[in-house]
């Protein structure tokens, strides 16, 4: 005997709170569901025969796995784009706290032992280190080579823990800083243009699953009954 199909393709849940990974379940549970049902068409040929009378031939269908297909696709680039947006994120804390952590011991130690007005000035010895990131790499750099400018000065240094490859590691780790922040926008921007992708192909999925779901509930009823609409 001839499986009819549902007349709903979403299921039913109750509410919950709306999080973010609420959502995002119910997107993943949903896009399965579809597919479910699409397929359960594709494998019933009678029920396939009582769709045809409203249009919803094979190439109909086809039409509608493959906004499910593409619609899934998006889904998973988008969960791919978010992890890679927190991959970044971490990357750039990581990278900001190693950085800091070296400039805070070395002005520590630059204003301890240097007292020219013009280093401690670059040193913003009398201000709090900026937390803003391109803002920090701006003073950690200035501090850098404020006290590399003159030969006695970056003496006293590699005297007190700082030579010139020790000064060079910390300006690395400002690169570090700097690509950190480079890739962290370059995720930022990707799981946008993944999750606008994400909504554009659901929505044309959704638009598709509706008019289905309507011929759907005609379709579901004795095929006598159906040919007279």
């Not at 494998?43 to 249009?55: E, I, K, Q, S």
């Not at 400002?174 to 243009?193: H, I, K, N, P, Q």
Request: charged letters at 20%; a neutral charge.
């Amino acid at each position: 005997m001839s499986e009819t199909i549902t007349t709903t393709l979403a299921p039913t849940t109750p509410p919950a709170r709306r999080t973010p990974a609420l959502q995002s379940r119910r997107m993943s549970e949903r896009l399965e569901t579809i597919a479910e049902r699409l397929q359960q068409v594709q494998n019933d040929p009678a029920l396939r025969a009582r769709l045809v009378w409203f249009g919803y031939d094979d190439a109909k269908l086809a039409e509608g796995l493959a906004l499910q297909t593409a619609a899934q696709d998006a889904y998973n680039a988008r969960q791919q784009a978010l992890t890679a947006r927190a991959l970044a994120l971490a990357q750039t804390q990581t990278a900001f706290r190693e950085a800091l952590w070296a400039y805070r011991n070395f002005r520590s130690v630059a204003q301890s032992v240097i007292a020219d007005s013009a280093v401690r000035t670059a040193l913003a010895a009398e201000t709090p280190i900026p937390l803003d990131r391109e803002t920090f790499i701006s003073v950690a750099r200035a501090g850098y080579a404020a006290v590399q400018s003159e030969p006695q000065f970056a003496e006293t240094l590699a005297a007190h823990g700082y030579p010139a490859d020790v000064l060079a590691n910390a300006n690395a780790l400002l690169d570090t800083l700097s690509a950190a922040l480079t890739a962290l926008e370059t995720a930022r921007a990707e799981a946008e243009r993944a999750t606008r992708a994400r909504n554009a192909s659901l929505a044309a999925l959704s638009a598709w699953v509706m008019r289905f779901e309507r011929v759907a509930a005609v379709t579901a009823r004795a095929p006598t009954d159906a040919a007279r609409h």
